[in-house]
């Protein structure tokens, strides 16, 4: 441990992007302290709990039995006229997880690397030294008197609320147009397929889907995700709020499979669905997972990304930690290998975003129709050019919206 410290490295917020970053670093020898505020890690779940086989293969951790509840084997997505398309292929797999136990794993995962982990601790301020660098952040644990505990580096992995990001000057502030407001339901029971269904149309998800993850025990996440801009919420303060929840209860009710199902549990969030932002770095200070916007815009997925960001980040601060040099310009690595790696797919899908948001619900009756299963790998690959061809084939006058996803 760096001698004036309390520890090497402090992480704010234990879920996947803050546990992973303790994982690696800790098991580089790393003196690192995750706090979370909440009082049970993993808990409560806010999440659709979807996660691709791909995310964890590349880690090489595996999955424990307990951590997911059903393996799925692609998506069904749906057009507003009711027809589906099934996405399914060697890669498409993955599974609806039980988070409070995947989150609580990860975590334990870094305990055993040798970081330690205080729940029900909140961070509520950063400690600065004379020239603005930070030195350390004030806890306060259970709500009781702060305290404060020194690092050289200070690492947010706080989520969609940033408040520690933003003390130490990052730009985390979300647009309205930039988040979906989402609402779910846990309902039993629901019969599937062993796949994801994803449901399209204007009218049920303004610039969303509502998507149905089956769980184990005939059980389902059954969630609504609608732009922060749709005008169809209660008007407050002179604004007018997305509320996806009467949206949610519509699905429900016009859908036979769903439309008698018990909820056996409900709550409201919101996620990031823009570009992310536009630095991870800091002297002394990182910003992982989505907190830092890592988020896929198409769907709002990051707990991969989150995984992603914060093993990556680790991978810095181990040679920061060497060199005792926590300066930004050595942190800069790990955002320039993220924005390497991670980067192009993630703005041609903010790029698909932006066209689909404008696309009606004719428009995506046809799209849905004309593609086959080759042709969404394609999409989510980032490779427009020939399935924006096959889809102008049938309906040119999409040329206006589809010249958004050229390069
Ligand atoms: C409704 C909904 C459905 C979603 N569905 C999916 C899905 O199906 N698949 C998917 O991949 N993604 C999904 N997401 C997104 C996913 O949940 C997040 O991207 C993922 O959890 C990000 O991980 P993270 O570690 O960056 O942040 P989080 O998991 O949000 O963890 C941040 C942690 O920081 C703690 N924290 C925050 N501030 C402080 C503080 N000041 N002091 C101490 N602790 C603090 C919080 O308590 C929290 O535990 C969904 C999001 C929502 C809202």
């Given at each position: 441990m760096t001698a004036k410290y309390d520890h090497d490295a402090i992480v704010i917020g234990g879920g996947p992007a803050g546990s992973s970053f303790a994982r690696v670093a800790a098991g580089a020898g790393m003196d690192v302290l995750v706090v979370d505020k909440?009082?049970?890690?993993?808990?409560p779940v806010r999440c659709g709990e979807g996660l691709g086989s791909m995310d964890m293969l590349k880690q090489g951790l595996g999955l424990p039995r307990?951590?997911?509840s059903t393996e799925i084997e692609g998506a069904k997505v749906y057009a507003p006229n009711g027809k589906s398309i099934t996405w399914k292929g060697k890669d498409t797999g993955g599974w609806v997880l039980e988070r409070k136990f995947f989150d609580k794993w990860l975590c334990e995962l870094a305990v055993e690397k040798g970081a330690k982990v205080h729940t029900?601790?909140?961070?509520a301020g950063v400690i600065k030294d004379a020239k603005g660098r930070p030195q350390g952040v004030r806890l306060s644990h259970g709500g009781k008197e702060p305290y404060d505990v020194s690092a050289p580096l200070i690492v947010s992995?706080?989520?969609?609320?940033?408040m520690i990001a933003r003390e130490l000057g990052f730009k985390t502030v979300h647009s309205l147009y930039d988040v979906d407001t989402c609402y779910e339901y846990e309902m039993k029971p629901y019969d599937h397929e062993n796949l994801i269904e994803i449901f399209f149309g204007n009218k049920a998800a303004p610039r969303g889907y509502v998507w149905i993850f089956p769980k184990a025990d005939k059980k389902a996440n059954v969630g609504i995700g609608i732009g922060g801009m749709v005008q169809n919420g209660k008007k407050q303060g002179g604004l007018m709020g997305a509320d996806p929840k009467p949206l949610l209860d519509d699905f429900v009710k016009k859908n036979a499979r769903l439309k008698d199902a018990s909820t056996l549990l409900d709550f409201g969030g919101v996620i990031s669905v823009g570009?992310?932002?536009?630095?991870?770095?800091?002297d002394g200070c990182m910003v992982v997972g989505t907190a830092a916007k890592?988020?896929?815009?198409?769907?709002?997925?990051?707990i991969g990304l989150a995984i992603d960001g914060g093993v990556m980040a680790a991978g810095t601060a181990i040679k920061a930690h060497e060199k005792k040099d926590y300066s930004k310009a050595v942190l800069m690595e790990y955002d320039s290998i993220w924005r390497k790696e991670k980067g192009p797919a993630l703005s041609n899908h903010l790029k698909l975003r932006k066209v689909l948001e404008k696309v009606s619900d004719d428009d995506l009756n046809h799209v849905i129709g004309a593609l086959a299963k080759e042709d969404l790998d394609k999409v989510m690959a980032g490779d427009f050019a020939k399935v924006a061809a096959k889809v102008l084939a049938g309906r040119p006058q999409m040329i206006g919206v589809l010249r958004g996803l050229a390069p």
């Open positions: 909440r009082k049970e890690i993993g808990v307990a951590c997911y029900y601790t909140r961070a992995a706080e989520g969609m609320e940033s570009a992310p932002i536009d630095e991870f770095v800091k890592q988020v896929d815009p198409i769907h709002g997925g990051g």
